[in-house]
Every structure is written in structure tokens, then in C-alpha cells.
């Protein structure tokens, strides 16, 4: 089983920045490995949809909406994936999710809030 806990949402004027932050761990005693690692982005009243993904070797993918603005980062040693996001817009509002592959399987984060005011 693996936990994934994300921090650095919150309150930003438009044009501001932010960096969210998602940490892995996994049981007591257990290893595990990490492949693709992603944010996803829920708006109110709509469907959770990708933000960015990372794999393990530092592919990237980005959502259109967010290319140019927006930067993922790892790091495996850490277990632990990084948002940069800028020039952040009112329609970035909502929550936020981290997402891990560890061999077949996916988990989630419960999702940190961020909200871009006018």
C-alpha cells in the first residue's frame, strides 16, 4: 500500500505562482517503486482531468492549458513529485491531485485546494 500526500495548495491572486508538493510512502518495511507520477486538476462541478505527468526516467506530459506555465519535477530519491505552476488564471481553481503508478496499480492523493482569485 502506498500513501501519497500532497501540501503547498492555497489562496493566489491571478498571475501569481505556487508549488505543490506530493509524497509517496509505503508501509513500515516495504519498498516499492515508483513509475509515472502525475497531478490531475478537479474544477467545481467537473471531471478530474491531467494536469502533468512525470515517468521515472523524466519524461514529461503536459495539458495544453497549462504549457508554458507549468513545470513538473521529481525526485525518485525522495519519492516525491513537484508542481510549479505560474502565471496561475482563475480557471487553475480547484483541487488538485497527486497520482503514482507503482506496478499496476494506481493511487491518490486526497488533493490540496488551490484558488486563483480575480
Known amino acids: 500500500q502506498v500513501q501519497l500526500v500532497e501540501s503547498g495548495g492555497g489562496l493566489v491572486q491571478a498571475g501569481g505562482s505556487l508549488r505543490l508538493s506530493c509524497a509517496a510512502s509505503?508501509?513500515?518495511?516495504?519498498?516499492?517503486?515508483?513509475?509515472?507520477m502525475g497531478w490531475y486538476y478537479q474544477a467545481p462541478g467537473k471531471q478530474r482531468e491531467l494536469v502533468a505527468a512525470?515517468?521515472?526516467?523524466?519524461?514529461?506530459n503536459y495539458a495544453d492549458s497549462v504549457k508554458g506555465r507549468a513545470t513538473i519535477s521529481r525526485d525518485n530519491a525522495k519519492n516525491t513529485v513537484y508542481l510549479q505552476m505560474n502565471s496561475l488564471k482563475p480557471e487553475d481553481t480547484g483541487v488538485y491531485y497527486c497520482?503514482?503508478?507503482?506496478?499496476?496499480?494506481?493511487?491518490w492523493g486526497r488533493g490540496t485546494l488551490v484558488t486563483v482569485s480575480s
Open positions: 497520482n503514482a503508478f507503482v506496478m499496476i496499480r494506481s493511487y
Open positions: 509505503g508501509s513500515p518495511g516495504s519498498s516499492f517503486r515508483i513509475n509515472t
Open positions: 512525470i515517468t521515472s526516467g523524466g519524461s514529461t
